[in-house]
């Protein structure tokens, strides 16, 4: 998905794959200072992207774009052969020349040190007070659960709650969850816990974190997740039991059951 100052573009596929773009559409939606809006769904999405952009500098107008979600922003680092996808994609973008390039819940500051003028915003940060509020969260009695250190540095600004961390071990290629041990002193038998992090895909991790906060008693557990693919409810998550509800935004996810999907363009400070 792309919109333009708020409007959502229209793209249509010849039969061998290429698009057509409307350029009068883009045309009539232009300003002088301009919001590229991009919800990543595949590659070809990047594609359009360029094409969007290219066009609009034709018009010599400004362009800023928001990243929803940062393709590739998991490929972070590299290890053996694979090739540094994130880097090239962001280098891509950079190509593209952009005001400024504001990104919804970066993986790691990996993807805003190479994204030129770039900053990062945190739904989930800004979602947390919702989310305690919604579940009946209570400070001196409930803990929040980060599943990795990754997860842990991300939201270090979240301060004054009873925190519990996750060891986890994954095994590079196959993507599998080795094991995920749970870290932190509970001083309490029964508590509710909100696992905090930046994006859910296969859910693996979050299954194996409900599992842990559960046999250390958590007679409630919720997911908060800036993104959130659709796999994880093939990978039934919530029939699981494990997981009482989970709260998410629009960046990746349309639809799901059993979520509470919020869009980042209602969370203040995303787009101001
Ligand atoms: O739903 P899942 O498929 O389990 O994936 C979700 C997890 O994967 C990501 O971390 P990752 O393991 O890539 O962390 P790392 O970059 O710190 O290794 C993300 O931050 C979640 O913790």
Known sequence: MIALNGVR????????GETLVDGGEIKGLARENNLLD???????????????????????????????????????????????TLKHTASFLNGL?????????????????????????????????RVMEETGFDASRD?????DAGAQKRYSKVKGFKQLVGFKSRDFETGEIR?????GNIDTTEFKAIIVDDLCSY?????????????????????LVGHCEDAVFK?????????????????????????????ITEIGGILS
């Open 143 to 147: 803990f929040l659960f980060f599943p």
């Open 9 to 16: 573009l229209t793209f249509k596929t010849f039969p061998n």
């Open 235 to 263: 990978g039934d998550m919530l029939g699981s039991g494990l997981v009482d509800k989970v709260f998410t935004t629009d960046t990746i996810l349309d639809a799901a059951q059993g979520t509470e999907r919020i869009r």
């Open 203 to 223: 859910g693996g991790t979050f299954l194996r974190s409900a599992e842990r906060l559960r046999e250390a008693g958590a007679s409630e557990v919720y997911l």
């Open 179 to 183: 094991s995920l041990e749970l870290v």
């Open 38 to 84: 991009f919800k990543y769904g595949n590659d070809g999405d990047l594609i359009k992207l360029m094409f969007v952009k290219k066009h609009l500098d034709e018009m010599q107008s400004k362009v800023s774009l928001l990243v929803r979600y940062m393709p590739y922003s998991r490929m972070d680092r590299t290890e053996g052969d694979s090739v540094f």
């Open 97 to 129: 020349g952009f005001e400024e390039i504001t990104v919804v819940e970066p993986h790691s500051d990996v993807t805003t040190a190479l994204l030129d003028r770039s900053k990062a915003e945190y739904p989930t940060s800004l979602l947390l007070a």
